[in-house]
């Protein structure tokens, strides 16, 4: 990497905090922000174009999205950390290096996961919690989507990177592209070609292929701060067993998700039916509004942490979390008030099942309660990742889903119904939270006295 290309990095130790996070952190907050509104756009389409088992179909393809997901995300966040710090340590041969090696990693690994996927499909989805009335539309939707899963990893990989090398105008543009073009061509297959969930997996995948193009179109361009190199893309194990440990808790925390759904559709199952796993289907759509945002801005931090840590800047790494915290969390509210404000109207977006209305309704507000607080927790996990402490970000990325809330949803509808599964979201909201403002406060600290050479 030349002199100039390194100095296109620089900015990263050397501008104010909150102008730099917004900066990164707003473009990728709205990009994950459109993102999510393609998703609820696309799942208002299927409910209205094909009805409430369709959205249950999807509700029950979704933790399977989370696994591939997962494992692309702990490559690319691991390597991303790696990209970061090495920059700030002025190592940028290595940085690129990194670079290389993670979308070698994650094209290989996507044939694999592909190849299983298809293998299983079935079994998977009936394992998944898939009952005998949801199965054909999960196998319509599933059997396209798969393929669509090697470009999806492919892009959230190179998301994580693009922007821990401080391009984060071009992961925005790669995801409003890709929803831009899902939500024109959803309702063209579906209500126009009468596709129905078929429909909605082509214009899915579609979407995510024009959106990867896009990304490594990137590198082609020569618009990335850090070049992506052909003779780069390889395997180095060294760095790939770097970014795997790094990059654990990620997989951990999204791929628990994945589990902890698979979860609470058996649940959902057991104690409400399909209308209740239609119910958390429609919910966890609106809920991306609050959470992708919170994502988006907390991986603009995550460059700006990971550069000054490795740079020795503790000041500004403290800064840049105490900034990183309030701006998600206040971010957060503008989706959170119209969740409580209008819940019937975010349901009947969906349905026309007055029935399902009036239950979904009731359900988001007590779910949804706390989920501003999600803001402290996702920036503490990822400020540790960013630092390259993955054992404290394992710890906190896991602690609501695998220590708090599983738990929750296993006990209390056994004593409250169906309502024990959603008060267990909001009481994991707010244990899972103040677990991790602990953490913080304590690390806070200890920057502070390693600033001051205590």
């Not at 102008?19 to 994950?32: D, F, Q, R, T």
């Not at 244990?431 to 050479?453: C, D, I, M, P, Y």
């Amino acid at each position: 990497m030349s002199d100039t290309q390194e100095h296109k990095t620089d900015f990263l130790g050397r501008d104010a905090i909150f102008p730099l996070l917004i900066k990164l952190g707003v473009p990728a907050a709205v990009g994950m922000l459109v993102n999510a509104l393609y998703n609820v756009v696309d799942t208002i389409y299927v409910g209205l174009g094909v009805g409430p088992l369709a959205i249950a179909a999807l509700s029950i393809v979704f933790p399977i999205q989370m696994i591939v997901s997962a494992l692309a995300q702990a490559i690319g966040m691991g390597s991303a950390s790696i990209v970061s710090r090495r920059l700030g340590e002025k190592r940028p041969e290595e940085a690129t290096r990194a670079i290389g090696s993670a979308y070698a990693s994650v094209f290989l690994l996507n044939l694999v996961v592909i190849g299983l996927l298809y293998a299983f499909l079935r079994p998977l989805l009936a394992f998944f919690g898939a009952s005998e009335s949801i199965m054909p539309y999960a196998i319509d939707y599933l059997g396209i989507v798969g393929g669509g899963f090697f470009f999806f990893g492919l892009s959230m990989c190179a998301n994580n990177l693009l922007r821990s090398a401080g391009n984060a105008r071009a992961s925005m543009s790669g995801m409003i592209v890709g929803a831009i073009l899902n939500a024109i061509l959803a309702p063209i297959f579906i209500f126009g070609f009468h596709l129905a969930v078929k429909g909605a997996a082509i214009a899915t995948v579609i979407s995510q292929t024009v959106s990867c193009a896009y990304l490594f179109g990137t590198y082609v361009r020569g618009k990335s701060h850090v070049p992506l190199r052909l003779r780069d893309l390889k395997v180095d194990w060294s760095l790939l067993r770097e970014s795997l440990g790094l990059g654990l808790p990620t997989f951990i925390q999204s791929a628990g998700m994945s589990i902890l759904t698979l979860i609470v559709n058996t649940s959902l199952g057991r104690f409400g039916g399909d209308s209740a796993i239609t119910t958390f289907g429609m919910i966890s759509r609106l809920n991306q509004i609050i959470i992708l945002p919170i994502i988006g801005v907390v991986a603009g931090f995550q460059p700006i942490a990971g550069y000054n840590f490795g740079a020795r800047r503790y000041d500004r790494v403290r800064e840049a979390l105490r900034v990183t915290v309030l701006t998600a969390f206040c971010l957060s509210l503008v989706g959170y008030a119209f969740l409580m404000l209008a819940p019937k109207l975010c349901m009947a977006m969906f349905t026309t099942d007055q029935g399902l209305i009036a239950a979904s309704a009731r359900a988001l507000r007590i779910l949804s309660m706390l989920i501003p607080l999600a803001a402290v927790q996702i920036a503490g996990s990822n400020y540790f990742l960013a630092v390259g402490k993955p054992v404290k970000s394992l710890l906190l990325s896991t602690s609501r889903q695998f220590l708090i809330l599983v738990p929750l949803i296993l006990v209390l509808p056994h004593f409250l119904g169906l309502d024990g599964i959603w008060y267990a979201y909001p009481l994991a909201d707010f244990l899972a939270s103040a677990l991790t403002l602990v953490f913080l406060a304590r690390e806070v600290a200890r920057l502070g006295k390693t600033q001051a050479g205590v």
